[in-house]
């Protein structure tokens, strides 16, 4: 049985990938930090495994992979998914909450390749599959540090590609455009239909097609994609 971790894994996309990797068979560990209960209720629903951790805390990240391997787990894939948004005119942003949305969007990503990338050279095998953004490939406005973060991922995604392709081990990226998650939750009905608008699909995305992206990525299908980027967008850009 192949062995996923998905970190933030307690709600929205991290959750719909948990929830089909689990329905198509492989054991999933779910990485979460604050949402004991929705966590707790996923587990419930997929029979996942849970590890609590703040990706953005490497010591936090260590203990996460110690536990995992001393239940006598490795996981073949790591999807990181953790992250956070963070709206406002760039001059406006407060130094600390921009550290803070870095310290999970980008060295959240970092600290969880750093635990786990060595045991997959060793193995000789494994992917890993970072959740970047649309806003990394073109950026926002109001969001650039997010977007800043976001292209970090897309350009580790490629190096570490580049690395590690000898050994086996892929490394690719998903730039979602809108999903419905939380994370846009402060949207109002009014911004939802103006985006919708621009959108040939003509609908925002949900965690589900996400899921199938990481799906492919992490599937033998796509054993000679490395260091790509999947836009799941549904044509916005
Ligand atoms: P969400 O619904 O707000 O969920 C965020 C998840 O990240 C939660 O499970 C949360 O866990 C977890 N998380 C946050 N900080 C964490 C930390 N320090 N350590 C561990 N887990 C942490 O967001 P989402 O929309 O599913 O976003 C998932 C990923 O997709 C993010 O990287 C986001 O940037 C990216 N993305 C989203 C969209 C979109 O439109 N939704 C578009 C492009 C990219 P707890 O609640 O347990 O803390």
Known sequence: MKTVLITGASRGIGAGCAALFAERGWRVLANYNSSAEAAEALRQKTGCALYRADV????QVLAMRNAIEADGLFPDVL????????FGL???IKPEDARAMYDVNLFGTLNCCRAFLPGMISRKGG?????????????????ADYSA????????TKALAKEAGFCGVRVNCIAPGIID??????????????????IPMERLGTPRDVAEAAW???????SYITGATVDVNGGWT
């Open 56 to 59: 953005a805390d490497s010591a």
């Open 79 to 86: 999807i990181n998914n953790a992250g956070r948004a963070l």
């Open 90 to 92: 760039f001059q406006d």
């Open 127 to 143: 992917c890993i599959i970072n959740i970047s953004s649309v806003w990394g490939e073109v950026g926002a406005s109001c969001e």
């Open 149 to 156: 973060a976001k292209a970090a991922v897309i350009g580790l």
């Open 181 to 198: 998650t939380d994370m846009n939750a402060s949207l109002s009905a009014e911004d939802i239909s103006a985006i919708v608008d621009e």
């Open 216 to 222: 492919f990525l992490a599937s033998d299908a796509a």
